[in-house]
């Protein structure tokens, strides 16, 4: 029996009996623990259990970094829209009607980082055509600074942008967004009549209830269909003269290269701004909106992060199995004088190797899955001969991915650890295994 069982040794043989040094995770361990994987036929069950277990890593890494990256890509698109719209740093008190005013928004012009600083007015109004009649608010800009709203100048016509504040006071052309032109039913040329409820001022008080017919001047998206239906972009002079705000700003507008890093600028604005000055930024206005979007993302990444933590719990099955398999091989090193610790990492390396192997082709399908998201989507929109993604609805031509190299690097890293987890348990249990014991039925 004990020749039948040492003839059937693993080989190579360890060192420590053919005197050549060794150390943790020798190669002779590595090579052994990858051997036990290639599977015989009469072990059928345990390559099974490895390869299901292989496969489930895989599409756990590859779905939890493809919907990380789908969420930031929307993430960094919606918070894109609306910057755009809203702007990043907003100034307001003293300085709104301080004499050198214009002066000061030069400055603020000139500080490295601003991109665009822009005075306007927001404004209550009704809109009336032809019967209907909705609520949004008029805000009245300086035709030059429509370029810092990307979105809104890129749809816009190159009429559109040219009429815009041309005339006496302004002129009589305002903006619309497409959702309020297309419940109304108006087009580019067509009346829009304003209701102020407040109105100028005269010899006589104030006049409540002005009312003026305008000419859509242009229409536009700024991907934020919300925006499209509140707002009425009209020119700053005549926005004042209609509210009876001559000469007044509601707020500065300012714009920076970096938004993420806004707060590095509310200080030198502040001080151009000058005492008694607010100075606030979007994530103040935008709290409630961006706190949202954090929490989802946490959220998202602990679920899914539990996905890839059960498809490596199956690691342990397979690992159980092989050490079931291989009880004579463990007992035959152990006399021939391979330590516990050495018996350990063979079966942990086992497990492991199927973690790695499983993160590493899943994180090959989901990046290539994120980069061809588009020409994925329009070849099954096509295949399916079904619209996936509307763009009418969501202002996009297809789903947006943004793959974080942080986040690839924590799933990868997540995976791998516990697919390490997962495979010390058994590798313990064989490491305890009593080599007389394992041997006597044998």
Request: charged share 15%; glycine share 10%; with cysteine.
């Amino acid at each position: 029996m004990t020749e039948q069982a040492t003839g059937s040794a693993p080989s190579p043989a360890p060192a420590a009996v053919s005197g050549k040094p060794s150390g943790p995770f020798s190669s002779w361990e590595i090579g052994l623990a990858l051997r036990y994987l290639r599977a015989k036929r009469k072990e059928g069950g345990v390559a099974l259990i490895a390869i299901i277990s292989f496969v489930g890593i895989m599409l756990a890494v590859a779905v939890l970094i493809s919907v990380m990256s789908i969420m930031a890509g929307f993430r960094g698109t919606l918070m894109d829209r609306i910057l755009s719209f809203n702007g990043h740093m907003y100034v307001q008190g003293p300085v709104l009607w301080a004499a050198d005013r214009d002066a000061t928004v030069k400055r603020m012009s000139d500080l490295p980082g601003v991109t665009s600083v822009s005075p306007y007015t927001e404004n209550a109004a009704m809109f009336r055509v032809a019967g209907m009649a909705t609520g949004g608010i008029v805000r009245g800009v300086r035709p030059q600074d429509l370029a810092a709203s990307k979105y809104i100048y890129e749809s816009l016509t190159e009429e559109a942008k040219a009429s815009f504040g041309k005339g006496e006071w302004g002129g009589d052309k305002v903006l619309i967004g497409k959702t309020l032109a297309n419940e109304m039913g108006l087009g580019i040329g067509d009346p829009i009549s304003l209701y102020s409820p407040t109105g100028a001022d005269s010899a006589f008080g104030n006049l409540g209830g002005l009312e003026k017919t305008y000419i859509v001047g242009g229409i536009y998206t700024s991907g934020a269909s919300d925006y499209d239906r509140a707002y009425v972009f009209m020119p700053l002079e005549q926005a004042q003269l209609f509210f009876g705000k001559d000469g007044v700003w509601d707020v500065i507008e300012l714009k920076v290269d970096e938004p993420d890093k806004v707060e590095q600028m509310v200080g030198p604005v502040a001080q151009i701004a000058g005492p008694g000055a607010v100075v606030t930024d979007w994530r103040n206005r935008q709290a409630a909106i961006w706190g949202a979007l954090k929490v989802e993302r946490v959220a998202m990444s602990i679920i899914l992060g539990m996905v890839v933590a059960i498809a490596a719990m199956n690691i342990i099955s397979g690992i159980v199995m092989l050490v079931k398999n291989k009880t004579r091989d463990i007992a035959i090193l152990r006399t021939i004088g391979a330590s516990q610790s050495a018996i350990l990492r063979i079966f942990f390396v086992s497990g492991a190797a199927i973690g790695i192997g499983g993160t590493i082709a899943g994180l090959t399908l989901g990046l290539l899955f994120c980069l061809n998201i588009g020409s994925i989507q329009h070849f099954l929109e096509a295949l399916l001969g079904v619209q996936l993604f509307n763009a009418d609805v969501y202002m996009l031509d297809s789903i947006p991915a943004d793959v974080d190299p942080l986040d690839v690097m924590w799933v990868a890293l997540f995976s791998f650890f516990m697919s390490c987890l997962a495979s010390l348990p058994p590798s313990w249990n064989a490491s305890r295994i009593d080599p007389v014991e394992a041997l006597r039925f044998e």
